[in-house]
């Protein structure tokens, strides 16, 4: 049997554009990209914060170093700049796999600049 598990987050990042006329995807700065191990093309899911759109698309490598998170496309249509957004990937793993993984998850600020990193969510408390 295999579980999808999260594989990687960039939380709380800043929209900087939105493209209608672009082809599609989610332009992300290639810093970013690499910090939470999201490949160019993977699928992601992006959970909008301001609104509560949630939709799928997939990664393109914007700029390294610019901060740019664009949504393109139909896409464009879920996100406005400002808004932000929690960007997600998935993997299948094996049940051996899962003893031993562990997400990356990148914390952003409002200017898409790595807060920290880690690799667990804190347990929620009631």
């Given at each position: 049997?295999?579980?999808?598990l999260?594989?990687?987050?960039?939380?709380k990042?800043?929209?900087?554009?939105t493209?209608?006329?672009?082809?599609?995807?989610?332009?992300?700065?290639a810093?970013?990209?690499?910090?939470a191990?999201?490949?160019?093309?993977?699928?992601?899911?992006?959970?909008?914060?301001n609104?509560?759109?949630?939709?799928?698309?997939y990664?393109?490598?914007a700029?390294a170093?610019?901060?740019?998170?664009?949504?393109?496309?139909?896409?464009?249509?879920k996100?406005n700049?400002?808004?932000?957004?929690?960007?997600?990937?998935?993997?299948?793993?094996s049940?051996?796999?899962?003893?031993?993984f562990?997400?990356?998850?990148?914390?952003l600020?409002?200017?898409n600049?790595?807060?920290r990193?880690?690799?667990?969510?804190p347990?929620?408390?009631?």
């Open positions: 049997m295999e579980i999808t999260l594989k990687a987050k960039l939380h990042a800043t929209v900087t554009l493209e209608l006329e672009y082809e599609g995807s989610c332009a992300i700065d810093d970013l990209l690499s910090a191990g999201i490949h160019e093309y993977e699928q992601i899911q992006i959970y909008n914060v609104n509560g759109n949630r939709f799928t698309t990664a393109i490598q700029e170093g610019s901060g740019v998170i664009s949504v393109n496309g139909a896409a464009a249509h996100a700049k400002g808004d932000r957004v929690i960007i997600c990937s998935y993997a299948r793993l049940q051996q796999e899962v003893a031993h562990k997400p990356t998850l990148v914390y600020d409002a200017a600049k790595i807060v990193t880690s690799n667990q969510i347990v929620q408390a009631a």
